[in-house]
């Protein structure tokens, strides 16, 4: 299997890259080999390449900073994975995307199953779905699969800020009134690994870990699995903070965004395991920083 990774140095796609790469002859490639928004740089790249799943781990993920640079969300995470199916489908590959919760307008209280309608409340999402829907509109080969909340070893996320605040006794606070799933990066990997057969329809699929949570419970985990590791912590509790006080934010986030991986489960034969489980394994094997 040859296998071409683009947004190399992500936190998702470096975690695939690293897993796959074992067994796969794997090709990555960041940022500095290529800017996917100048898109006929990316679709000359790919004409040059031979692949037989290409993996695109970029994205504008900045939520609030889509919001003020509207064209390049646009190009990153819509034009640019159109050209990456179409080049892809040419060659008779597939292309793995990731999508995201935040396509959910948040309202509902069960969790969200890929034939949910996606109402996104932000440019991210926005730009997000449109690019779902030009890699599922290219090919039915092509996955796009939802993540949210994805934490890993390659990338700091909100786990190790959380569990560096509280190494720096400064003030350890998250939103308790916001809902969704964590990812385990690596965990990715092993559940998609099963699509690398093309007889395995693509489309749409959730995946996170089981489970869910507020970004407090979230943070409040972590830190309590780096105190049981024997982390020094100046604090094992998380201060509550409302979403609707969250001033700095300027894009509207969904506020119940739990995605359900039935159809996933049904798909691999996997389930995935709790994302507490998860995120005790990181913490407990994580290379510990040095003191801010
Ligand atoms: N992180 C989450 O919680 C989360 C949640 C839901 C969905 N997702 C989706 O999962 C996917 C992977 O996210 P991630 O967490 O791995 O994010 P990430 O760590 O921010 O990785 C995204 C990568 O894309 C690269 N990139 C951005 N613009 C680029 C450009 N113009 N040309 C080349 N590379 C570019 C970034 O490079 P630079 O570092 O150089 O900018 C970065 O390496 C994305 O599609 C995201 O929307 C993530």
């Given at each position: 299997m040859r296998i071409l990774v683009l947004g190399a140095r992500g936190r998702l796609a470096s975690a695939l890259a690293r897993a796959w790469s074992a067994s796969h002859d794997t090709v990555c490639m960041g940022r500095p080999q290529l800017d996917v928004a100048d898109i006929p740089a990316l679709r000359r790249l790919l004409e040059a390449h031979r692949f037989d799943l290409l993996v695109n781990g970029t994205g504008l993920t900045n939520v609030d900073a889509c919001e003020s640079r509207r064209d390049e969300a646009r190009t990153v995470n819509a034009l640019a994975p159109a050209a990456m199916a179409a080049a892809a489908r040419t060659q008779g590959a597939r292309l793995i995307h990731f999508g995201t919760?935040?396509?959910?307008?948040?309202?509902?209280r069960e969790p969200y199953t890929e034939g949910d309608p996606a109402r996104p409340l932000g440019w991210y999402g926005r730009t997000k779905l449109d690019g779902e829907l030009a890699v599922l509109a290219d090919s039915p080969a092509h996955l796009v699969v939802r993540v949210s909340w994805v934490f890993g070893p390659d990338k700091p996320a909100f786990p190790d800020q959380m569990i560096a605040r509280a190494r720096a006794g400064t003030d350890v606070a998250a939103i308790s009134d916001k809902f969704s799933s964590p990812t385990h990066a690596p965990d990715v990997a092993v559940w998609l690994?099963?699509?690398?057969?093309?007889r395995l329809p693509g489309g749409l699929f959730h995946a996170c870990n089981s489970g869910s949570c507020s970004w407090r419970e979230y943070g409040e985990w972590a830190l309590a699995c780096a105190a049981r590791r024997?982390?020094?912590?100046?604090?094992?509790s998380v201060r509550p903070q409302l979403l609707a006080d969250m001033?700095?934010?300027?894009a509207r986030r969904p506020v119940h965004s739990i995605l359900s991986t039935d159809k996933l489960a049904r798909t691999t034969g996997i389930s995935p395991r709790p994302w507490r489980d998860a995120l005790e394994e990181y913490i407990t094997n994580a290379p510990i920083p040095p003191a801010a």
């Open positions: 919760d935040y396509v959910f307008d948040g309202e509902k690994a099963p699509f690398f057969d093309p024997g982390i020094p912590l100046a604090t094992t001033k700095s934010f300027t």
